[in-house]
């Protein structure tokens, strides 16, 4: 698998593409701009910040802190923050889901709640509801826990459908809307919805159409046997997962530094041949035999958005094929159904894509 792994901008490959391809700024060796005719030769667009790629490679260093390992996830859920984009977490108990989620908000100086989805979980449990107010003899909204920056909707798949719609509703539109009157919700609003793997019984899995809404799918593995001795480690020394500033862990970032690096994320430049590269990925799916659903052209737009926050991160203001080749597993993996015959006969969402990223034709 080709899942982004942050690379932070003093050291590494991040800070420096390739030889011969391109120059920090976008341009090539000889001054040309490597993203065809649409860019102005005469003010090329500036590149990411150091300032605020640095921030945000801080917040990568105050993760690690608190939780071993899970590079990988957390590259990605900064790139779900670049994007607004909501993310799916999938992970057995245990693995840090809500260690991660704590740690990221406390680094970014972000607020965060978290909701355990029980079976007898209310929409206004979620959202907010009108509550009367004996003093005042009204009814005043009361906000519910989606009113937040980061909120970990822990085992949406344990609550019935209604409720699961009063959480997608949310993310969706951005703001809730109870007795008439829409209530935005704060910025960043990011959803980080958890799923069991292993426990379907007695569960409400997520539409089809409603798995589309989410940017990313994340998949939290078992730590090495390396990093779990050092989990265990950290539990000897006396680190206590309540307490994230007892571990060191400070702020080094903010809501601010978000918005900015957003900003430039937005302007990082996409040739027409990376985007032709990225709908034809994103075709190639709907043709293969053992999908029963292939990628929509929302989909589409997904790999496009978190392959320019990728690119934006890994220090370029411009998208390479490869940018779309390491966001394409986790952008991808939910908006794709196998048939059943291909389940059987053991194919994966993961194998699938890997085949496809094999066959499509890579622009130069
Ligand atoms: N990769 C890891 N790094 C640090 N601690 C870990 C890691 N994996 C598990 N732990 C420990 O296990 C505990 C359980 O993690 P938690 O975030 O509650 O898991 P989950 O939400 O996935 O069920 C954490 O508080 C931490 O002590
Ligand atoms: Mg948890």
Request: net charge negative; with cysteine.
């Amino acid at each position: 698998m080709t899942e982004p792994v942050y690379t932070p901008p003093e050291a590494g490959p991040g800070s420096e593409p390739p030889s011969g391809t391109a120059r920090p700024g976008g341009t090539q060796a000889d001054g040309s701009r490597p993203d065809g005719p649409q860019t102005d030769p005469a003010s090329p667009p500036p590149g990411p910040s150091p300032g605020l790629r640095s921030a945000l490679a801080g917040v990568r260093a105050e993760v690690g802190k608190s939780v071993v390992g899970q590079d990988s996830a957390v590259t990605s859920l900064l790139i779900a923050l670049l994007c607004q984009g909501h993310v799916l977490l999938e992970g057995v108990p245990g693995v840090a889901k809500t260690l991660l989620v704590r740690s990221l908000a406390a680094a970014l100086s972000l607020d965060t709640k978290r909701v355990q989805f029980t079976p007898d979980l209310m929409p206004g449990d979620v959202t907010g509801s009108l509550v009367y107010d004996a003093n005042s003899a009204r009814f005043s909204f009361r906000e519910g826990p989606v009113f937040t920056n980061l909120m970990l909707a822990d085992e949406i798949n344990r609550t019935p459908p209604k409720t699961q719609a009063s959480l997608l509703e949310a993310m969706e539109e951005r703001q809730v809307s109870v007795d008439g009157t829409p209530r935005p919700l704060p910025d960043p609003f990011v959803v980080i919805a958890t799923q069991n793997p292993v426990e379907y019984e007695g569960t409400y899995p997520l539409p089809e159409a409603q798995l589309d809404r989410f940017l990313l799918k994340l998949v939290l593995p078992l730590p090495e046997r390396d990093e779990e001795v050092e989990v265990l480690a950290r539990h000897a020394a006396g680190f206590d997962p309540r307490d994230l500033r007892g571990a060191g862990l400070e702020p080094v970032a903010d809501a601010d530094v978000l918005a900015r690096a957003r900003a430039e994320v937005s302007r990082v430049q996409v040739s027409r041949e990376v985007l032709g590269y990225a709908v034809d990925v994103c075709r190639a799916t709907r043709y293969s035999p053992s999908l029963s659903l292939g990628v929509s052209p929302r989909g589409a737009t997904a790999l496009l958005r978190t392959a320019r926050a990728w690119a934006w991160l890994s220090g370029r203001s411009f998208v390479t094929p490869d940018d779309v080749k390491a966001l394409a597993h986790p952008t991808l993996r939910h908006r794709i159904q196998l048939r059943a015959e291909a389940e059987l006969e053991g194919v994966t969402a993961e194998g699938v894509l890997d085949t496809v990223l094999a066959s499509v034709p890579v622009p130069r």
